[in-house]
Nanobody
Framework: QVQLVESGGGLVQAGGSLRLSCAVSRRDFSINAMAWYRHTPGKQREWVATITSGGSTYYRDFVKGRFTISRDNAKNTVYLQMNNLKPEDTAVYYC????????????WGQGTQVTVSS
């Protein structure tokens, strides 16, 4: 069974940085686009960033210039470098493989909590 294991979250002050990691136990990891999402209580889970199998990246406007998504296919891992964090970035962050037509492909992992204090 494919697993997604997110890590790297924590408590940080506004303006600080965190690097999230997502390990994927999927044999064909390199062929899929991967994405990061986040969820705040009372809101729907929202898409944050995507990286394609070819390395093209896409970001929501509210993280452009602050977050960077990357991947290491040899390690079956996708990363999210988050700089200049803001209190509104507080959320549980999840990763998933992404199909551009149908959306997230895999069962969600446990996520990793990011809390940004003001």
């Amino acid at each position: 069974q494919v697993q997604l294991v997110e890590s790297g979250g924590g408590l940080v002050q506004a303006g600080g940085s965190l690097r999230l990691s997502c390990a994927v136990s999927r044999r064909d990891f390199s062929i899929n686009a991967m994405a990061w999402y986040r969820h705040t209580p009372g809101k729907q889970r929202e898409w944050v960033a995507t990286i394609t199998s070819g390395g093209s990246t896409y970001y929501r406007d509210f993280v452009k210039g602050r977050f960077t998504i990357s991947r290491d296919n040899a390690k079956n891992t996708v990363y999210l470098q988050m700089n200049n964090l803001k209190p509104e970035d507080t959320a549980v962050y999840y990763c998933n493989a992404l199909n551009f037509n149908s959306g997230p492909l895999l069962n969600w992992g446990q996520g990793t909590q990011v809390t940004v204090s003001s």
